[in-house]
C-alpha cells in the first residue's frame, strides 16, 4: 500500500487523461482548475517525472502520462461498476453506426430495457470509433476486423452485400434477369470497392478500365438505401438490415448472390468491464439476437 499514490490525485489524473482538460477535469470533479494543476503536481513528484506537456494549445500526455492512463481508467471503471448497485441505478450507453442502430439495434433495445427495467438504456449513433478511456461510452458495436488492441471484441455476424433499387427503375431499364446487366446502371456510391466484390461474385468481368463514373456518395447504407428506394440508383446494402423495405416492395434485391469484404460487426468493451452486471446482460441479449437472426 505505501507504493499507492493518494487516490484523490489518481481521480483526477483519469479525469484530466480523459478530457485532455485541466479546466474540463475541474468541472467534472467540482474543484478548481489550481486544485486540479496542485493534485497533478502532487502525483508527478510521488512518480518522480511528468504525466502531461503543457503547452499553449492544452496538454499532451507524455510516455509516462500514457502508461498509465489506461490502468487508472480502468481501475476507476471497476470501482464504478462496483458501488453503482449501492446507488440503486444502473446505466448503459451505447455507441454504434447508424445503419446498425437504425435498421437493426433500434428495435431490439426496447425489448432488452424492458428485459431490465432497472437500467437506463442510451444510445449514440456515429461513423466515429470511439475512445473509451476519453467518453462516456459503455460499449460499442463496431465494423471491422476485430483487432482492436487493448479491447476485448466479440463477433456478431460478418458482413454481406449485393445490389438493391427502386421497382420503378426496373421498370425504366426494364427486368434484371443477368447481373451483367448492372454496368449500365447509375451506382450509388460508385466507388464502393464492394462493387467489385460482388461483380467478381457474380461471375461479372467489367468491359473496360473506365474512368470513375460519377455518382452519389452518401457515406452510409441508410442514406443510400433512401436514394435508391427513390429511384437515384443502384445501392450495394446488406440485406439483413433492409428486410422490412424488401418484404413491402420498396427495394429489390434482383439476385439471390451476395459478396463479402472479410469483415464483421463485433461488441466491445475495455476488458475491465467484463463483469459489470449491465454489460454481462446487453451481451448476453446482443449474441442471442445475433444467432437468432442468423439463423432466421
Given at each position: 500500500?505505501?507504493?499507492?499514490?493518494?487516490?484523490?490525485?489518481?481521480?483526477?489524473?483519469?479525469?484530466?487523461?480523459?478530457?485532455?482538460?485541466?479546466?474540463?477535469?475541474?468541472?467534472?470533479?467540482?474543484?478548481?482548475?489550481?486544485?486540479?494543476?496542485?493534485?497533478?503536481?502532487?502525483?508527478?513528484?510521488?512518480?518522480?517525472?511528468?504525466?502531461?506537456?503543457?503547452?499553449?494549445?492544452?496538454?499532451?500526455?507524455?510516455?509516462?502520462?500514457?502508461?498509465?492512463?489506461?490502468?487508472?481508467?480502468?481501475?476507476?471503471?471497476?470501482?464504478?461498476?462496483?458501488?453503482?448497485?449501492?446507488?440503486?441505478?444502473?446505466?448503459?450507453?451505447?455507441?454504434?453506426?447508424?445503419?446498425?442502430?437504425?435498421?437493426?439495434?433500434s428495435?431490439?433495445?426496447?425489448r432488452?430495457?424492458?428485459?431490465?427495467?432497472?437500467?437506463?438504456v442510451?444510445?449514440?449513433?456515429?461513423?466515429?470509433?470511439?475512445?473509451?478511456?476519453?467518453?462516456?461510452?459503455?460499449?460499442?458495436?463496431?465494423?471491422?476486423?476485430?483487432?482492436?488492441?487493448?479491447?476485448?471484441?466479440?463477433?456478431?455476424?460478418?458482413?454481406?452485400?449485393?445490389?438493391?433499387?427502386?421497382?420503378?427503375?426496373?421498370?425504366?431499364?426494364?427486368?434484371?434477369?443477368?447481373?451483367?446487366?448492372?454496368?449500365?446502371?447509375?451506382?450509388?456510391?460508385?466507388?464502393?470497392?464492394?462493387?467489385?466484390?460482388?461483380?467478381?461474385?457474380?461471375?461479372?468481368?467489367?468491359?473496360?478500365?473506365?474512368?470513375?463514373?460519377?455518382?452519389?456518395?452518401?457515406?452510409?447504407?441508410?442514406?443510400?438505401?433512401r436514394?435508391?428506394?427513390?429511384?437515384?440508383?443502384?445501392a450495394?446494402?446488406?440485406?439483413?438490415?433492409?428486410?422490412?423495405?424488401?418484404?413491402?416492395?420498396?427495394?429489390?434485391?434482383?439476385?439471390?448472390?451476395t459478396?463479402?469484404?472479410?469483415?464483421?460487426?463485433?461488441?466491445?468493451?475495455?476488458?475491465?468491464?467484463?463483469?459489470?452486471?449491465?454489460?454481462?446482460?446487453?451481451?448476453?441479449?446482443?449474441?442471442?439476437?445475433?444467432?437468432?437472426?442468423?439463423?432466421?
Open positions: 500500500m505505501d507504493n499507492l499514490p493518494p487516490l484523490a490525485a489518481l481521480r483526477v489524473f483519469d479525469s484530466a487523461a480523459r478530457l485532455m482538460s485541466f479546466t474540463a477535469a475541474a468541472r467534472d470533479l467540482g474543484m478548481t482548475q489550481a486544485g486540479v494543476s496542485y493534485q497533478i503536481r502532487l502525483l508527478e513528484e510521488r512518480l518522480g517525472g511528468p504525466l502531461f506537456l503543457r503547452k499553449p494549445t492544452g496538454i499532451e500526455l507524455t510516455a509516462l502520462g500514457t502508461r498509465l492512463a489506461r490502468p487508472t481508467h480502468e481501475a476507476f471503471d471497476l470501482l464504478r461498476a462496483a458501488y453503482a448497485p449501492a446507488r440503486g441505478t444502473d446505466s448503459l450507453s451505447i455507441s454504434t453506426l447508424p445503419t446498425l442502430a437504425g435498421n437493426w439495434l428495435q431490439r433495445l426496447g432488452f430495457q424492458m428485459d431490465n427495467p432497472g437500467l437506463a442510451r444510445l449514440e449513433t456515429s461513423d466515429r470509433v470511439v475512445d473509451f478511456t476519453r467518453e462516456d461510452i459503455d460499449v460499442a458495436i463496431r465494423l471491422g476486423d476485430g483487432n482492436w488492441p487493448g479491447l476485448t471484441a466479440q463477433r456478431l455476424f460478418g458482413v454481406e452485400f449485393t445490389p438493391m433499387l427502386s421497382p420503378a427503375l426496373i421498370e425504366r431499364h426494364g427486368p434484371l434477369t443477368d447481373p451483367a446487366q448492372i454496368l449500365p446502371l447509375p451506382w450509388i456510391d460508385p466507388e464502393e470497392p464492394g462493387w467489385s466484390l460482388w461483380l467478381a461474385e457474380a461471375g461479372v468481368t467489367r468491359i473496360c478500365d473506365c474512368p470513375p463514373r460519377p455518382g452519389l456518395w452518401l457515406g452510409t447504407q441508410i442514406h443510400e438505401a436514394a435508391a428506394m427513390a429511384g437515384d440508383g443502384v450495394l446494402l446488406s440485406p439483413r438490415f433492409f428486410r422490412f423495405e424488401l418484404a413491402t416492395g420498396s427495394l429489390v434485391q434482383p439476385f439471390p448472390i459478396a463479402t469484404n472479410g469483415k464483421a460487426y463485433w461488441l466491445v468493451y475495455p476488458p475491465a468491464r467484463r463483469n459489470r452486471p449491465s454489460i454481462r446482460a446487453f451481451r448476453r441479449f446482443l449474441m442471442a439476437e445475433a444467432t437468432a437472426d442468423e439463423a432466421g
